[in-house]
């Protein structure tokens, strides 16, 4: 008897089916039989079925005599043959990732479960992206105690990314509906309904491919014998419930429909003809009709509004609200503002609020407008259209200048009032290169701009230009500009494209660090040119700023150079720049007498014989670093060596503290020169110096105190946004009245704030200076960042929100001190404990007033403000005598 049984069934799909079993045969898990199910094929899938049992003993096929005309019937087929204690199904355009069969067996074994549920994902084949379904689903591991325990799962009504206890679905007849699609809707309802202990784990056990073409059930949303479909399957589900007296949870799986089911014809509906509109609401409207009010609690309020505009029967306003629910999610035309409340339209109801968007609280160059081309039309070589702007929120003021912004350039418009609180604009633009065209609205008063992008009816014809066609692009129809290729561009487009190969062959690293290392043998350093890098080139900031900023003003014979990454746009004034990685930079490397860095040149680059190096680095904090550190600690012996000779390049290392020596130093195996006079970067801090007025910049209102959360990265997650741990939802809803939250990510991190928040909190994460925003703030919110031993110089409240806390410290990055026992400042698990805390903060700053002397005397002790004066003076010693010569 093998350990299991996938059941793939296939109709018609000879081409992908052998890609499904073999992603089955190539399981961990040896011991195991493929169903091939085929619901009567009229193709090669039995020939193809044939040779795959051929070739190896555990594939089994059996054919159906008449197709079924679903997926439900060749799943029962599985069921009623399969030969081993547990089962999993498999659609054939679909496969299961390597260790699905063997990670789910080990865990219903362990839990004893009915089920075991895990992570789907979809893989977009256009680009072999992988994207998570509902991953916060799936993002704890967990045994759950029937979905009483968690309505929210009826949004995981998949059939196959699970593993089933075959004896236990056998003995209670749970199985696939025949006469319907989305059976296994149905049929997760049932398994849910009698399901008394069941298992959810967070890794991926099934790919769901998706290709640019398909004619599946699934993505046949256009036809509106689907959606009858659909709505016979959530009628039949809210059955199941009652029928197994589980009417309670009748309107937790009634928002399933809402927040998944529905969407998937509410996304598209906008490029939908006004006809299909009104029969697809005559088909949705009588099940929308039973559903209570209290099934719409947390559903996106503009998917509220679609569907109140289904029961109203405006098909109309129904397609202008639908296209604001994907791509630029854009405002509506009008809204009323009553009572504290906002509401779509200008109908006042409960059904219509979308306060909670909070589109009208946003500052300015945030702030929601609407641009909806009219006429558009080919004048010449340009493109000219009626553009007609909707201020719902009154958010213009009375002074502005507008500009349409396309290719990097702006041309100036003259929006005319349009006699209704609107703006109508005749906009003429000459297309340059892909794009996606915005209006902007600059506000004289204090040179904010706000820019939002224009919306065109989906079925426009498209403008066809020389090199380009501008036209509706995606769901939600915005204007887009897309770059086209013409028989006479063609040749030039291959001239181009073998430039760029050969190009690119030429710059590849391992010619660059050939042809550096050939410099470095030939041509010595120069003594008077200084190579300047922060944060491995993400900005001009930090330890290297403050020496480059003293050694300008000493007038130090030195020329200059920064290294910053493609897209860094804030560097000094009048400073020289290379870009890091290209030819410039590796002969600025090449020919430097100074490299100053705070966090290390490229790796694999030597240091010049003669040239000096300056390691400032970038912080120091309870993580472990160096060798300690998750990626270094390993027993792989590259990585080790590389960074060992990388710390070799050092000559001089400017240590802060006593205690950032004690575990830099040995953790890094640096034995070189130590300049302990503190951190050049926190100068600023420690004299309360500030480069720019952040409030003003961040349009923080009067009055409003300023929380600055900076968290570190996860190792295992850098770029995911996991490092954003607390609700933000739920602090702007207790404190957006009193606070704004400026959200500092770490450089590593990629995390844009919902926009639903932005009201409250402000995205800092390219702001130039860190310690502006420090001295801008009122208080300090983070987790195990190193921010917080530079933050102790302002002697102003921290907290710390550390709900990963055993995670972080056992199993992700380590650390040296015990945070909850040295916090200078309550450490939180839990939003609600952050909430309470802020608003205790007085007091409760002043009952961590000991720990905070002793948190500040241990990580600061060294700053007196004048760390980059007395570095510079000891490492450039030799320029600076120079100079006074």
Not at 91 to 97: F, I, V, Y
Request: with cysteine; glycine share 8%.
């Amino acid at each position: 008897m093998p350990d299991c049984t996938v059941v793939v069934i296939t109709y018609n799909d000879a081409a992908r089916l052998p890609r499904a079993v073999r992603s089955v045969l190539g399981q961990t898990l040896r011991d195991l039989e493929v169903l091939v199910c085929d619901d009567a094929s009229t193709d090669a899938t039995p020939d193809v079925a044939a040779r795959l049992a051929t070739e190896d003993p555990r594939v089994r096929y059996l054919r159906r005599d008449a197709n079924s005309g679903g997926c439900g019937a060749p799943r029962n087929d599985g069921i009623d043959a399969a030969a081993s204690p547990y089962v999993m199904f498999l659609d054939s355009d679909d496969e299961l990732p390597r260790h699905a069969c063997k990670s789910l067996l080990a865990e219903i074994e362990r839990t004893g479960a009915d089920f075991v549920s895990g992570q789907i994902s979809r893989l977009f084949e256009s680009s072999g992206r992988l994207r998570r379904y509902y991953p916060s689903l799936f993002a704890r591991r967990r045994v759950v105690g029937g979905i009483g325990e968690d309505p929210e799962l009826f949004l995981d009504s998949f059939s196959t990314n699970k593993l089933y206890d075959l004896a236990w679905l056998r003995a209670r007849g749970l199985r696939f509906p025949e006469d319907i699609h989305y059976e296994d809707h149905v049929f997760a309802t049932g398994l849910y309904a009698l399901s008394r202990r069941f298992a959810v784990v967070p890794w991926t056990v099934y790919h769901w491919r998706r290709p640019t073409s398909n004619r599946s059930i699934s993505l046949s949303v256009g036809d509106l014998g689907n959606v009858r479909q659909r709505v016979i399957a959530a009628r039949m589900s809210d059955d199941v419930l009652r029928e197994h007296g589980l009417a309670d949870l009748v309107p937790a799986r009634q928002r399933r429909f809402l927040r998944q089911d529905l969407r998937v014809y509410l996304n598209p509906l906008p490029a939908r003809d006004l006809v299909w509109v009104k029969e697809f609401a005559a088909v949705v409207r009588p099940y929308l009709e039973g559903i209570p009010e209290e099934s719409y609690e947390g559903l996106d309020p503009l998917a509220r509004v679609c569907c109140h505009l289904i029961l109203d029967d405006r098909a109309d306003d129904l397609r202008v609200a639908a296209a604001s629910l994907t791509g630029a999610r854009a405002a509506p035309r009008a809204a009323v503002q009553l009572d504290g409340r906002t509401y779509w339209g200008t109908t006042v109801k409960p059904g219509m609020d979308i306060t909670g968007l909070r589109l009208a609280e946003l500052p300015y160059g945030d702030s929601r407008l609407r641009h909806e081309v009219g006429e558009l039309s080919r004048d010449g070589d340009r493109v000219r259209m009626t553009v007609r702007t909707y201020d719902p929120f009154g958010a213009l003021p009375l002074d502005w200048r507008a500009f349409l912004e396309a290719g990097g350039e702006r041309v100036p418009i003259r929006p005319e009032p349009s006699g209704d609180g609107g703006y109508v604009s005749e906009v003429v633009f000459r297309p340059k290169g892909r794009c996606e065209p915005r209006i902007g609205f600059t506000r004289l008063s204090d040179g904010h701009t706000t820019t939002d992008p224009l919306l065109v009816d989906p079925n426009a014809a498209p403008v066809v230009l020389p090199g380009c066609v501008v036209g509706p692009e995606g769901c939600a129809a915005y204007l887009s500009v897309r770059t086209r290729r013409t028989p006479r561009a063609l040749p030039r487009a291959v001239a181009r494209r073998a430039r760029r190969e050969l190009g690119r062959r030429l710059a590849a690293p391992r010619m660059k660090l050939r042809a550096y290392r050939a410099l470095i043998r030939v041509l010595p350093p120069r003594r008077d040119l200084a190579l300047f890098e922060s944060d491995v080139g993400k900005g001009c900031t930090g330890s290297p700023r403050a020496i480059y900023e003293e050694l300008l003003r000493r007038g130090a014979p030195i020329r200059m150079v920064w290294s910053v990454a493609p897209g860094v746009r804030h560097v000094p004034e009048g400073a020289a720049v290379v870009r890091r990685g290209s030819w410039r930079h590796v002969w600025a490397m090449a020919r430097a007498g100074v490299w100053v860095d705070s966090h290390g040149f490229p790796l694999d680059y030597p240091k010049p014989r003669g040239t000096r190096y300056l390691q400032t680095w970038h912080g120091q904090g309870i993580k472990s670093i160096g060798f300690d550190a998750p990626d270094l600690r390993s027993d792989f012996e590259g990585p080790r060596r590389q960074w060992r000779a990388a710390v070799a390049r050092w000559d001089a290392l400017v240590s802060p503290s006593a205690e950032f020596s004690r575990l830099f130093l040995p953790s890094n195996g640096y034995t070189g020169t130590v300049y302990r006079y503190g951190t050049p970067r926190c100068d600023a801090l420690v004299r309360g110096e500030s480069t720019g007025d952040v409030r003003e910049r961040l349009e923080i209102p009067a009055g409003r105190k300023v929380l600055l959360y900076a968290p570190t990265y996860r190792d295992r997650d850098k770029g995911g946004g996991r490092s954003v741990r607390v609700d933000l939802e739920r602090l702007a809803e207790e404190l957006a009245d009193e606070w704004v939250l400026v959200l500092r990510t770490h450089p590593v991190e990629r995390y844009e704030p919902p926009e639903h928040v932005r009201h409250f909190v402000r995205s800092a994460a390219a702001y130039p200076e860190i310690n502006d925003l420090m001295l801008a703030s009122d208080a300090l919110l983070t987790d195990y960042s190193s921010v917080m031993c530079d933050y102790a110089l302002t002697g102003r409240p921290m907290l710390f929100f550390v709900d990963d806390w055993d995670d972080y410290r056992l199993s992700e990055r380590g650390v040296y001190h015990d945070l909850p026992a040295i916090a200078p400042g309550p450490c939180v698990t839990t939003t609600e404990e952050l909430i309470a805390a802020l608003r205790d903060l007085p007091a409760g700053h002043e009952r961590h007033a000991a720990r905070y002397a002793a948190f500040r005397e241990l990580w600061c002790a060294d700053e007196r403000g004048d760390a980059a004066s007395r570095v510079v003076e000891d490492f450039f010693a030799a320029h600076l005598g120079r100079a006074a010569r």
